[in-house]
C-alpha cells in the first residue's frame, strides 16, 4: 500500500474547478499532524515545481503563479489534504504530485495526477444501442 494515494484530476475547462485530494492512509495521526503538506506540478518538460504548502502551524505559501486561484487544507480526521484550484488557465495542464515532509524528514510523494485544462472537445468511439420489443 502506497504511503501518499492521489484523487482527482482530469479533463477540466479553462476557467473550470477542481479539487485534487492526498490521503496519507499509513501515516500515524501524530506524525501527519507534524507534518508539511505540499503539492506540486511538473508541466510538460519541465522539472517538478513547489506551488501550495501548509505547515504544521498552519502557515500556508503559494506561488505567485497560483495565488488568489489556489487554496491547500487538510483534514486531520481523514489524514488527507486538499489543493482547490479555480479560475484554471490552460498553462495548468500539469501532473500534479502530493508531497508530505515530516518533523524527521521523511519525505513521501504521491503517484501524481494529470491535469489538463483544455477546451477541446473530445468524442468517444459510439456504442450502439438497440431496443426491441
Known amino acids: 500500500q502506497e504511503h501518499l494515494v492521489q484523487s482527482g484530476g482530469g479533463l477540466v475547462q479553462p476557467g473550470g474547478s477542481l479539487r485534487l485530494s492526498c490521503k496519507a492512509s499509513?501515516?500515524?495521526?501524530?506524525?501527519?499532524?507534524?507534518?508539511?503538506l505540499a503539492w506540486y506540478l511538473q508541466a510538460p518538460g519541465k522539472q517538478r515545481e513547489l506551488f501550495a504548502s501548509?505547515?504544521?502551524?498552519?502557515?500556508?505559501n503559494y506561488a505567485e503563479s497560483v495565488k488568489g486561484r489556489c487554496t491547500i487544507s487538510r483534514d486531520y480526521r481523514r489524514k488527507t489534504f486538499y489543493l482547490q484550484m479555480n479560475s484554471l488557465k490552460p498553462e495548468d495542464t500539469a501532473v500534479y504530485y502530493c508531497?508530505?515532509?515530516?518533523?524527521?524528514?521523511?519525505?513521501?510523494w504521491g503517484q501524481g495526477t494529470q491535469v489538463a485544462v483544455s477546451s477541446s472537445e473530445s468524442w468517444g468511439q459510439g456504442t450502439q444501442v438497440t431496443v426491441s420489443p
Open positions: 499509513r501515516m500515524i495521526l501524530s506524525v501527519f499532524r507534524q507534518t508539511t
Open positions: 508531497k508530505t515532509t515530516d518533523s524527521r524528514g521523511t519525505i513521501h
Open positions: 501548509i505547515a504544521p502551524s498552519g502557515t500556508t
